[in-house]
Each structure stands twice: as structure tokens, then as C-alpha cells.
């Protein structure tokens, strides 16, 4: 069973960072393309940071200059640092996979997507 624990999550004052991890465990081939999400309440899911296994990034307009995402392949995790925290940031903050379980899958290009539980974010004013 393939699982994602998230954690670096808290409660932070406007203006602070936070770095929240990720990491993936698992029969795990090769992971494609992480990202962190988040939702606040009362609204829906939104892509906050995803990057490729190549390295390409792409962020939420949000979070752009504050927020940076990077992954360490090695070790099938995925890293979101949060500079300049806002209240308007606040929210659980889930990390996303997509994957190959195997090399047949890869060959046939037949990727899997993995959820982790969640981690809270709270920002004060």
C-alpha cells in the first residue's frame, strides 16, 4: 500500500514561514508529479504548488514569490516552503502523487494518483 505523510503543519503569525513535507512510502516505481493543495473552510480544493519530476514548477498566482516548492527524488519527497505567511493562507494543506507502481505501468503509461490525510495551517493576525 502506497501512503503520503504530510507533516510541518502548525499554527504561525502573518508573516512567518512554514515548511511542510511530504513523503511518499511504499512499492513505488517512479513518482511523476507532486503537489500541494490546500482547502480552506467553506471552500474548495485548489492547486497551490505542483512540480514535475523534471523540476518544472508551477504555482497558484496566490502564493507566487511567497511559496516554493521542490522535491528530493531520492527520497520520494516533496517539500513546500511558505515565506510570508498571510491569514488568508489558513487551511489543510494536502500533498498529492502521481505514480508508477511498476515498470510495466510506466511502459504503458498507466500512472496511479495518491492523497495524503492533510496537514492544518493557521495563520493569525
Known amino acids: 500500500q502506497v501512503q503520503l505523510v504530510e507533516s510541518g503543519g502548525g499554527l504561525v503569525q502573518a508573516g512567518g514561514s512554514l515548511r511542510l513535507s511530504c513523503t511518499a512510502s511504499g512499492s513505488i516505481f517512479r513518482i511523476n508529479t507532486m503537489g500541494w493543495y490546500r482547502q480552506a473552510p467553506g471552500k474548495q480544493r485548489e492547486l497551490v504548488a505542483a512540480?514535475?519530476?523534471?523540476?518544472?514548477?508551477n504555482y497558484a498566482e496566490s502564493v507566487k514569490g511567497r511559496f516554493t516548492i521542490s522535491r528530493d527524488n531520492a527520497k520520494n519527497t516533496v517539500y513546500l516552503q511558505m515565506d510570508s505567511l498571510k491569514p488568508e493562507d489558513t487551511g489543510v494543506y494536502y500533498c498529492n502523487a502521481e505514480f508508477f507502481q511498476s515498470l510495466s505501468d510506466a511502459i504503458t503509461r498507466r500512472p496511479n494518483e495518491k492523497w495524503g490525510q492533510g496537514t492544518q495551517v493557521t495563520v493569525s493576525s
Open positions: 512540480i514535475s519530476s523534471g523540476g518544472s514548477t
